[in-house]
């Protein structure tokens, strides 16, 4: 049996409410899963999208996002609750660069408040 570290994020959280927001599943360090692993792994979750960090030599981290069904080159919510957990494990501060299968994402927080820069293009990279 495998282990695997993750962590359940709630992102879009309405006031004091943790259990509001869209709930995130981030695998902390994917380096050992491969594509068919990751997209079980979003499956079993059966969340909106589920994160996978991996380590990157061009952001803070490298990032896969997968549905239930397929892997997606961007979304909002999996980058904002990503950064947050790159925060979280001292990987970055308050201002982050992810890597996605879409570019580059600069990322930034205020306290608890993420936002992210994209252009009306698409991500930069």
């Known amino acids: ?22 709930p995130l599943c981030v695998f902390e360090s994917a380096e050992s899963l491969d594509t068919p692993r990751m997209q079980a792994l979003a499956r079993q979750f059966n969340l909106s999208e589920t994160t996978f960090m991996l380590p990157s030599t061009r952001a803070n981290a490298r990032v896969r996002i997968f549905t239930p069904s ?19 494990l001292g990987l970055a501060g308050d201002t982050l660069t992810l ?21 009306a293009n698409g991500p930069s990279g």
């Open 99 to 119: 890597e996605m299968q879409a570019g580059l994402i600069p990322v930034y927080a205020t306290q608890r408040r993420w936002t992210l820069q994209a252009s």
């Open 70 to 88: 397929y892997e997606m080159p961007f979304a909002g919510h999996p980058t904002l609750g990503t950064a947050h957990v790159c925060r979280a």
């Open 1 to 22: 049996m495998s282990t695997y570290s993750y962590r359940i994020v709630n992102v879009f959280t309405q006031g004091d409410d943790p259990f509001s927001g869209n």
